[in-house]
C-alpha cells in the first residue's frame, strides 16, 4: 500500500472516531426548539447535498459520494475509493415578542467512506448526527402574594445531548438502468434534561428535577434509483427511499432532589427501562421520493418530497421526552404530528475540463426548501424554508474537490407564542476520491 494510501486510511481512523466525542462539554445544536422529543433532527445530508437543498435521492453524480439513497453509491467508477467529510457551522437569531438571543455553534457534520464490492456494486460505511438537544432559559415567578410570603424564586431549565447514527450500506446495478440499496442503522445516544427552582431566602430549600436518556434502536434503509437515457446525451433519473421506524431502548433516569442550607433530600429517584413504559417509544418511519434531469454533465435539477409520521411515537406522553419536567403556566403543549418536506436543486459547471480558466471547471449549486417539524406547540404548525448556495472547488487530479455552501432560512414565527429563529449555517465538506485496487500493468 502507497504512503499516501496509508495517510488516507489514518485519516478515516481519525475522522470517524472525532464525532462521537466532539460533543463532550459543549452544544452540538442550540435552540429552544430542540426542549422537545429527542432534540432537533439535524440535516444528514453532506455538504454537497446541502448546497443544494439538500436533495439526494435521486442523484446520481460519479464524482460525489451521495448517501442519502444507497442505491446512490453505485455510480462511481468501478474502481473508485471514496471519502466524503464536512463540518457545519451554524449562527441563529431567536425572537420571542420583545425578547432576543442569539447562538453560535460549529461541529462535525458527517463521515463516510465508499468502496467497490464486485462489478456493478458497492459498499459505505460512515456516522453522521441524527439529533441534537442544546437549550437554556430562566424564569423568575411573578406571584406577588407568593414573593411576598417566601421571597423571589427562579425557575431555570438547560437541556444537553445528542444523538448519532452508524450507517453501513450496499447496492448494485442491473441492466445498467436500475439500481438498488440497502442500509443499517445503528442510533445512540444520550440526553439530560436538568429543571431547577431556587429560592432568595437561604432558609427555603430548591429543587432539581429532570431526566437522564441514554438511548439506541436499529433500523434499515430501503433505496431505489431508475436511470432512463435521453437523447442529447441527457438522462432522467427517479429514486424512492423507505426508512422503517425503530423502538427506542435503552433507560430513563428520573430524578428529584431538593437543596438547600439547612437539610438535601434525595425525593425521587428512578431508573428503567423503556421496556417498561405505558407506550414504546419510536423513532419515525420515512417515505421519499425524488426525481433529477441531468444534461451532458454540465446541469442538472433535482427536486424531492420526504413524509415522516411521527403521531405514533409516544414522545408527547412518555415522561423525559414530552419537553419540560415541570410544566408551568404560559409553556407551550408539545404534540407530535407529521413532518414533511419539499425539496428542490440545482447544479451547473460550465465546463469541466476547461484547461485555461479555472473558474469554469467549478460547480455552482442553489437550492431552496420548505419542510415542517415532527411536532406542534399548541396546535400551532412548526415550519421552516430557506435557500441554499454554494460550489465545489476541484483540487489535486481525478475527481477531489473541496465544498463550501451556505444555508439562510428561518423556522417558526411571531405567531402562536412560537419563537422565530432566523438563520445563516455554513457547510464546508472534503470529498476525497482515489483509484484502487488496480492491477499494475508493469512489474
Not at 423525559?320 to 436543486?345: I, L, V
Request: proline content about 3%.
Amino acid at each position: 500500500m502507497s504512503i499516501r494510501r496509508c495517510s488516507i486510511v489514518a485519516l478515516i481512523t481519525l475522522l470517524v472516531a472525532v464525532p462521537c466525542r466532539s460533543q463532550s462539554g459543549a452544544y452540538g445544536s442550540y435552540t429552544p426548539y430542540s426542549i422537545f422529543g429527542v432534540g432537533d433532527l439535524m440535516s444528514n445530508s453532506s455538504a454537497y447535498n446541502a448546497s443544494m437543498g439538500g436533495v439526494g435521492i435521486a442523484s446520481r453524480n460519479n464524482r460525489f459520494l451521495n448517501y442519502l439513497n444507497p442505491a446512490a453509491i453505485t455510480a462511481r467508477d468501478s474502481l473508485a475509493f471514496m471519502v466524503d467529510f464536512s463540518l457545519y457551522q451554524g449562527n441563529k437569531i431567536f425572537r420571542q415578542g420583545d425578547i432576543k438571543s442569539a447562538s453560535n455553534i460549529m461541529n462535525i457534520n458527517n463521515c463516510a467512506i465508499s468502496f467497490p464490492i464486485w462489478k456493478k456494486s458497492a459498499m459505505v460505511v460512515g456516522i453522521r448526527p441524527y439529533s441534537s438537544m442544546g437549550y437554556g432559559y430562566q424564569r423568575i415567578y411573578e406571584d406577588q402574594d407568593l414573593i411576598g410570603t417566601v421571597g423571589n424564586i427562579s425557575y431555570s431549565a438547560v437541556g444537553q445531548g445528542s444523538m448519532y447514527e452508524v450507517f453501513v450500506g450496499a447496492g448494485a446495478t442491473f441492466w445498467n438502468r436500475l439500481s438498488v440499496g440497502v442500509e443499517g442503522i445503528y442510533y445512540f445516544g444520550n440526553f439530560v434534561r436538568n429543571n431547577n427552582v431556587t429560592f432568595a431566602d437561604a432558609s427555603y430549600n430548591g429543587s432539581k428535577k429532570g431526566y437522564e436518556l441514554q438511548l439506541n434502536a436499529s433500523t434499515a434503509k430501503f433505496g431505489l434509483q431508475y436511470e432512463q437515457k435521453l437523447p442529447g446525451s441527457s438522462s432522467i433519473v427517479a429514486g424512492a427511499t423507505c426508512k422503517l421506524g425503530a423502538d427506542l431502548k435503552g433507560f430513563v433516569e428520573a430524578f428529584e432532589f431538593s437543596s438547600g442550607s439547612i437539610s438535601s433530600d434525595t425525593l425521587y429517584y428512578k431508573m428503567d427501562t423503556l421496556r417498561n413504559t405505558p407506550g414504546k417509544v419510536r423513532l419515525a418511519s420515512e417515505l421519499g421520493i425524488g426525481i433529477a434531469y441531468c444534461h451532458a454533465d454540465r446541469w442538472r435539477v433535482e427536486f424531492d418530497y420526504t413524509l415522516s409520521d411521527w403521531t405514533s411515537s409516544n414522545m408527547d406522553t412518555v415522561p423525559g421526552f414530552a419537553g419540560n419536567a415541570t410544566p408551568m403556566s404560559g409553556f407551550s403543549s408539545f404534540t407530535t404530528t407529521k413532518s414533511q418536506s419539499f425539496r428542490a436543486g440545482l447544479e451547473i459547471v460550465p465546463n469541466r475540463n476547461d484547461i485555461r480558466y479555472y473558474y469554469k471547471k467549478i460547480a455552482y449549486r442553489a437550492g431552496t426548501y420548505y419542510k415542517t417539524e415532527y411536532y406542534k406547540l399548541d396546535n400551532n404548525t412548526v415550519a421552516s424554508f430557506g435557500i441554499t448556495l454554494g460550489a465545489t472547488l476541484p483540487v489535486f487530479r481525478w475527481h477531489n474537490g473541496v465544498t463550501v455552501g451556505i444555508d439562510m432560512g428561518q423556522r417558526g414565527s411571531l405567531k402562536g407564542n412560537l419563537i422565530r429563529e432566523r438563520y445563516i449555517n455554513f457547510s464546508f465538506g472534503v470529498n476525497l476520491f482515489d483509484i484502487w485496487f488496480q492491477k499494475p500493468r508493469y512489474e
